[in-house]
């Protein structure tokens, strides 16, 4: 949390020199993904931090970095690559620290199924594949956005199953996220983010705990680089172990960055 008065310092500084148009494929969310995609051979570089902290007792921070490369392989296929890291510090509570360490690789295949506006909402179909080592990860998402006028929506529907190849378990996630932003101007956006999160047993036996999240989301771009800062916390959880809150399986506050540059 005392990183926020230094981001918030670069967004006013941005907001401030920004004076040229915007990119038309813009990265308004930080939680989704709208169902476009870049332009046949077109590459961007993106670099992601997210921030979770706050649990049920103790000091809880947990820093994941991510850098990833996108290129549009066809105008409605884009690929990425991506290199994930991970940090936890943990005092006074169940949660051990772990040092900043590279955590596994991710292959990103985005398809986007008709041009704008040719049905009520945009579809398009996510699907990622990582390996971290002791374990793989499979995330198919289905993305829907709709612009109108200067207002844009988006909602993605993700699943995910995680495999531990040595013990030959698995767990798995559903969630639900979506986004609705407003146009201030050519170079910035403002909106509102809501995620709900769902912890499974093995594939999707059991439910072990939830949690809901909601909160600001602001987006600055330029033709050569954007950057968008989403600030989450959570209203709703359970099972409940403080305040109506899922601080075990959950954080109390997420905050996530992305920088893109064109390259």
Known sequence: MKKLPFVCSIII?????????????????????????????????????????GKTEGYYYRFQPRFEVEYGLTDRLTTSFQFNFNQVTAAENAYGSSSLEY???SLELRYRFTNPDVYFVDPAFYFE????????????K??????MGDIIAAVNINA??????????????????AGLAYDLSSNLAFGLEFRNH?????????????ATFAGPT????????YFTINILKQIGGSPVTKSSLDLDGHEDFEIRTILGINL
Do not use: M
């Not at 769902?198 to 939830?210: A, L, P």
């Open 13 to 53: 500084f941005c907001i401030t020199i920004l004076s040229v148009d915007a990119l038309a494929d813009r990265k308004y969310f930080a939680r989704s993904y709208l169902a476009y995609t870049l332009p046949q051979g077109a590459a961007e570089l993106e670099i992601w931090n997210t921030l979770r902290t």
């Open 142 to 147: 289905i993305l829907l956005s709709k612009r």
């Open 198 to 210: 769902r912890n499974f047993e093995d594939i999707y036996k059991k439910e072990e705990n939830q």
């Open 129 to 140: 594949f990582s390996y971290g080592g002791a374990e793989l990860e499979y995330e198919p």
């Open 160 to 177: 995910e199953i995680e495999r531990k190849i040595i013990d030959s378990e698995h767990e798995s996630k559903f969630e639900l996220t």
């Open 218 to 225: 602001i987006n600055v771009q330029t033709n050569e680089l």
């Open 103 to 105: 955590s596994s690789s």
